[in-house]
């Protein structure tokens, strides 16, 4: 069973991702290979670096992801050139983590731009978690330690709350503590296991 978890930054998908690799599936998360995708020495690095300038890498020669998120968040275009170079190598990698496990696993893939590449049509199950974006907000400054703008930004640089909940065949509340997040993903758990 393949099901695609998604939701704005800041929303907890990790922390979702994790309660389910706790109950046994199998987690292939879109920004870990983001970051495989662009590692030192890789293609997509030395692509990134030409698309964008040598002022994207950090001292040590990988990605300075700071400076390189400033740029696209600021404009679209960048943001679209990006996407082009960063997604297929995502995808690629996704496909190959996936072709290597049990008929009977439950592939759980972590995308948080699910909804904005149209990926809603690939999966059995499209989770989203969802929060308001008073705590999104909220969470994003505190966790990465961006001005308000900056977190801003990078919130209306992806899908709406509303395009996200259209696109939901099952929807996980995150705005409360992680005590009311537990039973959520048991109770999906229930759901997917009762399906697969």
């Known amino acids: 069973m393949r099901i695609g978890l998604t939701g704005g930054i ?3 998908k990790s922390a979702v991702a994790e309660l389910l690799a706790g109950h046994g599936a199998v987690i292939i998360d879109a920004d870990l290979l983001a970051r495989e995708a662009v590692a030192p020495g890789s293609p997509g690095l030395a692509a990134v670096v030409d698309a964008f300038g040598p002022g994207v890498l950090a001292p040590d020669g990988g990605l300075d992801r700071p400076s390189l ?3 696209v ?5 960048a943001r679209a050139q990006l996407n082009g170079i ?3 190598q995502v995808r690629r990698l996704a496909a190959e983590r996936e072709a290597a496990l049990s008929p009977s696993a439950v592939a759980v893939h972590v995308i948080p731009l699910l909804v904005e590449t149209g990926q809603q049509g690939s999966f059995d199950l499209v989770v989203v978690v969802d929060v308001d974006e008073a705590t999104q907000l909220r969470r994003i400054v505190t966790r990465d330690g961006l001005p308000e703008s900056e977190a801003r930004a990078r919130i209306q640089a992806q899908a709406s709350r509303a395009e996200r909940l259209a696109s939901a065949d099952a929807v996980i509340d995150n705005n409360g503590p992680w005590n009311r997040l537990v039973p959520q993903v048991a109770r999906l758990w229930r759901r997917v296991r009762g399906s697969a």
């Open 10 to 12: 800041g929303s907890g």
């Open 69 to 71: 998120g400033r740029l």
């Open 73 to 77: 968040f600021a404009d679209a275009d």
């Open 86 to 88: 960063v997604h297929p």
